[in-house]
């Protein structure tokens, strides 16, 4: 019997991940954690608070349910944690090393943790980034990311922990609101277009980044974490590909259903963070182990944020 906590439940991804993951395992089989107060969930399922960086909490709370899997979300994002390095170390490595630590103890039979495009830096190959290329990010999240990778390889050639690891682009989606990454323009654009007709972007008109809509993401998760163990050969963290764009290009998509809308290039601190990432990602390995490909280009996606989009901030566009 499959048991799975997530972490991080509330967030952009936890949000719509743990709605998955109940509709597959059933209600019963989901705990969803946070560290928000049980009056901000909005999932319906059993809910507990629990921060991450309080490992004691967090093996009796996977102890007392007998849980098999965790998908381990809570994390602070490259903007963010650009602003509060050590806070943003802390959060982002010592508790993935406590689990791992703890796994095999404890009776965990999978672990699903997130790592990200941001573990590619200068040196790496920046057009369709093979899943080998090298990894020496110039940002404190990308360092960090890099660090849980090895961790990860580590506990599984050493002690046989069954963890599993994707590099998710920038994530795009409606439902919940995305939390202080370099990304996060490619959200607020939708929301801004129809709002106001008009965005100021912080990053410049042709920086091309890895995306990809939710929808791709939670099935990429699911299908991996699904996936036989021995086709599992990456034991890091998997490339794998959803779209790329520009925010010129995103623009542009959208004025093609919002004709007057405009938009003002006006980069912060985030283009630097973003000037180190891929523009675009290979995922072959991906594609092969376990038969990974999205389904959402920019086109199709823009249609779908905009339809969804409208309808819940009740602003119409047609
Ligand atoms: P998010 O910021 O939306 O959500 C993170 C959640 O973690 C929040 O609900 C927050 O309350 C919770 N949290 C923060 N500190 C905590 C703590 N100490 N204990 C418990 N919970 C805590 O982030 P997200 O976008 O959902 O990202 C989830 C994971 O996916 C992260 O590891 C992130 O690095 C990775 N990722 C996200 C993206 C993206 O575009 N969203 C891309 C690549 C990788
Ligand atoms: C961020 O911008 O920090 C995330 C990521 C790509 O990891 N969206």
Redesign the pocket.
């Known amino acids: 019997m499959t048991k799975i906590l997530v ?8 949000s719509e991940l743990t709605t998955k993951l109940i509709e597959v395992y059933g209600k019963d089989n989901v705990i969803a ?4 107060n049980p009056k901000d969930n909005h999932l319906d399922v059993t809910y507990r608070k ?4 309080d490992i004691e909490t967090w093996s009796d709370l996977i102890k007392s349910n007998e849980i098999t899997e965790v998908y381990h ?5 490259s903007a963010t944690a650009a602003k509060y390095p050590l806070k943003g170390w802390e ?2 490595t010592a ?1 993935l090393l406590g689990l791992l630590n703890m796994a095999n103890d404890l009776g965990i039979e999978k672990i699903f ?6 573990v590619y830096g200068r040196d790496a190959v920046k057009d369709f980034t093979p899943q080998g290329s090298r990894k020496n990010p110039q940002s404190l ?1 990308g360092i960090a ?1 890099v660090s849980g990778e090895g961790f990860c390889e580590l506990y599984n050639k050493e002690y046989d922990v069954d963890v599993r690891s994707i590099r ?4 795009i989606s409606w439902k ?1 609101l ?4 370099t ?1 996060d323009y490619a959200v607020d654009i939708y929301y801004k277009a129809l709002e106001e007709g008009y965005y100021s972007c912080f990053l410049s008109e042709d920086t091309e980044l890895p995306m990809m809509y939710m929808d791709d993401a939670v099935r990429a998760t699911i299908e991996l974490m699904q996936a036989p163990k021995e086709n599992i050969s990456v034991h890091s963290a998997y490339n794998i590909h959803g779209t790329a764009f520009t925010p010129k290009q995103i623009a542009q998509e959208i004025k093609k259903h919002i004709s007057n809308f405009e938009i003002e290039y006006n980069p912060d601190y985030r283009q630097r963070i973003a000037d180190s990432w891929p523009h675009s990602i290979n995922d072959d390995v991906a594609n092969r182990d376990w038969g990974w490909k999205a389904e959402y280009d920019l086109e199709k996606m823009t249609k779908v944020m905009l339809e969804k989009l409208s309808d819940k901030l009740k602003k119409p566009y047609k």
């Open positions: 972490t991080g439940a509330l967030g952009q991804i936890g954690t946070d560290i928000k629990l921060d991450v960086t979300l809570a994390a602070m994002l959060l982002n508790p943790w997130p790592s990200s495009i941001a999240y990311k998710y682009p920038g994530l919940t995305p939390g202080g990454g990304t």
